[in-house]
């Protein structure tokens, strides 16, 4: 086990609980349990060598694969979700199917790089990473799609595909996606309107720059130290979910909204070591190579979609919707990125089991709990 993981989970775990205490009290009881459940599965899943997850990656992107269409035909949506369907609802259990297509698509093209290789694969990869992006902006959760879709090209980049292959792709995609771009946006107007920022300051609501204006205001009056969950505050809607930091900020102020970054950080720097190490064993073999792609696929699965739902909350992005990676209320998305970290964590052990015993004690980075 990695000793920097298990810091970061941690961190992210008690800050998420310490936000949606304070953002909405009620919750906690059924966040808290499920925060546990997930760091335990992280621990067990872990165990499991590289080989086992990169055997069963096709079937799990299959699986998910038929969830997203089963979406479109029985799915449910929300009272904030403009109309959209994205969850399915099986009476006592209901999870997002896109979360977990992210984890599917980590595996499936780990797995398929690692069998087959990467010469003149970028055409089957390619296909994989536009049908799973596809189904997902299908439903529309275009900020899904687009974090989807970013994440198959990392996949592609840290399995060796040329960066001229990719660049030349995504060229030509683009200009394949402009007219397409036009027609999507005039079917679903409220994605246009969250794109320009809104027409007027009336139109506003509490999806939109309110809500950023909110988080804000809440950061600032967090301060340095933070004003504990039992501050006076006025909440607003989403606080628990995309605008957690808000929460977090406030409770513990910007020594909380610095250890989440670090916490994050940590999950960084441990993926690009694992992918360091691996270019350090002799000969290479395919279950190293996918387990290097599998860390840094994960990794961004995680930091990438953190970078998104921050970049909201600053007022970077328009609002998205996307959850914070195990800080945010919701059991999909912290079920499925507390399986991302177990990736990273076998992936480690896997790798520094194959290094010669010099080269694993001269990288002072991989700490590890073996």
């Not at 060598?49 to 055997?55: C, E, S, Y």
């Not at 945010?328 to 480690?348: E, K, Q």
Request: proline share 5%.
């Amino acid at each position: 086990m990695s000793v920097q993981l298990l810091i970061a989970q941690v961190l992210l775990l008690s800050l998420g609980m310490l936000g949606i205490a304070a953002a909405d009290p009620d919750k906690i009881l059924d966040h808290g349990p499920k925060a546990l459940l997930a760091l335990g599965l992280t621990l067990v899943v872990a165990r499991l060598r590289p080989r086992a997850f990169l055997k069963v990656g096709p079937w799990v992107w299959v699986v998910t694969l038929v969830l997203l269409v089963l979406v479109h035909f029985i799915g449910v949506g929300t009272a904030e979700s403009a109309g959209t369907k994205r969850w399915l609802n099986f009476g006592v259990i209901r999870f997002q199917p896109s979360e977990m297509a992210k984890l599917g698509l980590v595996l499936m093209l780990a797995s398929f790089f690692a069998r087959r290789g990467v010469q003149n694969k970028l055409i089957s990869a390619t296909g994989m990473i536009l049908l799973t992006t596809g189904l997902i902006f299908w439903e529309p959760d275009l900020g899904s799609s687009v974090l989807m879709f970013a994440l198959g090209i990392i996949l592609m980049y840290a399995a060796g595909v040329r960066i001229s292959n990719i660049s030349g792709f995504m060229l030509a995609l683009g200009l394949m996606a402009i007219p397409v771009a036009g027609i999507y946006l005039e079917q679903h107007p409220y994605i246009k309107e969250r794109l320009i920022g809104y027409q007027t300051r009336d139109d506003v609501t509490a999806q939109g720059l309110d809500q950023i204006g909110m988080a804000h205001r809440d950061l600032r009056m967090g301060g340095i130290p933070g004003q504990g969950p039992d501050g006076p505050r006025y909440n607003y809607f989403g606080e628990h979910t995309d605008m957690i930091v808000a929460s977090v900020g406030f409770t513990s102020g910007l020594l909380g909204v610095a250890m989440l970054l670090f916490a994050y950080w940590l999950i960084v720097a441990t993926a690009l070591d694992v992918a360091h190490l691996a270019s350090r064993v002799r000969p290479m073999t395919p279950e190293i190579h996918g387990a290097s792609v599998m860390a840094i696929g994960a990794m961004f699965m995680i930091v990438g979609q953190a970078f998104v739902n921050l970049c909201v909350a600053a007022g970077i992005f328009p609002v998205t919707g996307v959850p914070l990676p195990l800080v945010s209320y919701g059991f999909s998305s912290l079920l499925t990125m507390s399986l991302a970290m177990a990736v990273i964590h076998s992936a480690m052990r896997e790798v520094r089991r194959h290094l010669p015993e010099q080269s694993e004690n001269d990288n002072p980075v991989a700490l590890s709990a073996d």
